[in-house]
């Protein structure tokens, strides 16, 4: 303390300027630590979560204009179901998410979640796709980010959709880490399976990859 009177003003606000670079430097280096850690230590299971070849090109698409932004995909797949709702909630008790607004048919992703045109409906048979923002620290998000947290979530975990007064339950089976541009992971595993996938930009906030979750009806 007596070493720190002892300096000057100039001196002191170089050292003030310097600690707060150190800060700000280790909170956008450590999430990507942390992520990489996290990447090296999962066991992927191919077998669960390997999308299905789909030759209907309709559904998938990549935006050319954004193909390097997030979101990356687009659809022109018209359901044949049409919902009566604009969009349903979703819950991770593991995240302590409760009741998270998704919109239908949507790419917007500006105010809530959205779940990409064309995927299946909640309790449908193929795989309920739902994209949403990460950022990079709880220190540096305006409010909370829902899905900065996804790599949280371990096999087994709970997903809970309810959906024009219905409520769907879907477990974890397993995750996929893909290149922004990857746009198989929009089909489900497999033909008669009812899916959900939950994707984000890793690591949380970055724009570098992709982590999809996926979970199974149950």
């Known amino acids: 303390m007596t070493s720190l009177l002892k300096l000057n003003p100039a001196k002191l606000i170089s050292l003030a300027f310097l ?4 800060f700000l430097l280790i909170q956008v280096i450590m999430p990507i630590i942390s992520f ?3 990447e090296f230590g999962q066991s992927l299971d191919s077998n669960l979560i390997t999308p299905q070849n789909s030759s209907n090109s309709r559904i998938l698409g990549v935006s050319v204009e954004n193909k390097d932004s ?3 995909f687009i659809s022109s797949f018209k359901r044949q179901t049409i919902p009566n709702y604009k969009s349903f909630t979703l819950s991770i008790p593991r995240l302590q998410v409760e009741n998270q607004e998704v ?9 809530t979640l959205a779940h990409l045109p064309g995927s299946a409906l909640p309790g449908e048979k193929g795989n309920v796709f739902i994209s949403g923002h990460s950022a990079l620290s709880q220190f540096f998000a305006l409010k909370k980010v829902v899905f900065s947290s996804l790599p949280d ?9 309810q959906a024009s007064g ?5 477990e974890v089976v397993g995750f996929k880490v893909v290149d922004p541009n990857d746009v198989s992971v929009i089909n489900p595993p497999e033909d008669q399976g009812r899916y959900i ?3 984000t930009c890793v690591p949380p906030g970055l724009n570098y990859k992709r982590l999809v979750v996926v979970g199974k009806i149950i």
């Open 19 to 22: 600690s707060t670079g150190v």
């Open 36 to 38: 990489e850690i996290w």
């Open 70 to 72: 997030f979101p990356a």
């Open 103 to 111: 919109l239908v048919d949507t790419n917007d992703m500006s105010k």
């Open 153 to 161: 979530l371990k096999k087994g975990d709970k997903i809970v959709i």
């Open 166 to 170: 219905l409520k769907f339950a879907y």
């Open 197 to 199: 996938s939950l994707m």
